[in-house]
Structure formats: C-alpha cells, structure tokens
C-alpha cells in the first residue's frame, strides 16, 4: 500500500504533505507494524511528492512496499522552510499516522539526510521518549543538548570529504553523546564520499532492517 497525502495539523493549522507505505496485505485491525520516520534534504522542498521518492527510504519502499514489514512515513517540508519550522507539526503528524495505521509505538524510528538530519537530530533531542532509534546522515545538531540522548541508540553516517555539511558537525554530536555514556551510538565516515552518502548508508548497509527492528526499552524514558 502507497499513500500520497494531506493532512491538516492542529499545530498552527498548517497542512503538511506527506507519502506513507504498508506492506501490501498489512490490516491494522490485525496488526500493529513498527514504522519508519524519514526526513528529506533541503533539494525536496515544496508541494511535489514525487520528489520525495528520488532518495532512501520513500525511494526504497515506493518501488516495493514489502521491503521490510513496516509503515513508512515521510513528510514533505514547506519550500523556504526547514525541519526546524516544521518540528512541532511533525511531531504531530507523527502521532496521529501512528494511530491511524495501529503503529507499535515502541518501535516508531527517525532518520533523515542533510538538512532532514539536522530535522533528526533535533526533533528527536526535543522528543527523546518518542523513538525507539534514530540515523541522522550528514547532518547536525546542538551538542549541548546531548544528555537528552544519553540512551538512544543511535547510528550516524558523514562524508569524510562533505564539502557542504562538514563532518565535524557530526562528530561534535557523536562525542557530546558519548560522553553522556552512550555506549549504543555507532559512527561511520565514509572517507572517499562528499555530501551524498545516504545511497551507501541505505542500499550497502543493514541500516533499513535496523531501523524496521529497533525497540524501546525502559531506560529510554
């Protein structure tokens, strides 16, 4: 199942377009999917889905629902705009396909690329309890915020030669988070790749699957 929508969310009245995928013979009267959060670049930004499904996970799963048995939901973001004006409707929007699809809310995960990661890094500081894990890729975020995700686990992938987002914002968040004591933060540099590394992080790694499997336990509330 394929879903190119609309919604209105009650955070400001501000309507956010968004594709949302099933396995195709899923039934939410009889079961409850984890579900995958995935946040685009800035290159996606305005009102056409259809540029969603260049990349990672809508690309993925458009071409076949069934990649994993999970829903799958990417929101469009506003043109001039970023994740960080959207947050709080995301968060929403989340919520709410997660009650209309009977998604396990234990295993709800967010990830996102370029300016989507910086969306991943702070939606998920702001709402750590929400996520079971998260993957921001080539991305950014506040490092002194970094106690809020002393316990999530976490995989982050940069280029070792991105000359738009430099890897030190990565790496800022990485060490800020271990030395919170996270021991479940994993961190790849793809030394030989620039800005677009997410192809090799989604397609050459088990990332999907990690992502479709991770769990909540008490430690992260």
């Not at 959060?37 to 799963?61: M, N, Q, S, T, W």
């Not at 469009?76 to 396990?104: F, G, M, P």
């Not at 991105?162 to 271990?178: F, R």
Request: proline residues 5%; glycine residues 8%.
């Amino acid at each position: 199942m394929i879903e190119f929508c609309e919604k209105q969310i009650g955070v400001e009245s501000i309507s956010l377009k968004y594709i949302v995928t099933a396995p195709t013979d899923f039934d939410k009267q009889e079961e409850s999917l984890p579900m995958i959060v995935f946040l685009h670049g800035a290159g996606e930004r305005g009102d056409d889905l259809e540029k969603l499904k260049i990349y990672c996970i809508p690309k993925i799963f458009t071409n076949n629902p069934d990649t994993e048995r999970v829903i799958t939901l990417s929101p469009l973001c506003h043109s001039e705009k970023t994740w960080y004006d959207h947050k709080w409707q995301v968060i929403k929007l989340i919520d709410e396909i997660a009650e209309e699809y009977n998604v396990n809310k234990n295993k709800i995960t967010l990830c996102g690329i370029s300016m989507g990661g910086f969306g991943t890094w702070e939606i998920a500081l702001s709402v750590p309890e929400k996520f079971a894990a998260i993957a921001p890729i080539c991305g950014g975020g506040m490092s002194w915020r970094a106690w809020y995700l002393r316990n999530m686990p976490i995989r982050v992938y940069h280029g070792g030669r991105d000359d738009v987002v430099p890897v030190q914002y990565s790496e800022l968040m990485v060490n800020a988070i271990k030395a919170q004591g996270n021991k479940n933060i994993e961190f790849t540099v793809y030394e030989d790749l620039y800005h677009p590394c997410w192809d090799r992080a989604f397609e050459k790694t088990d990332l999907i699957k990690w992502l479709a499997t991770s769990e909540k336990d008490g430690g992260l509330e």
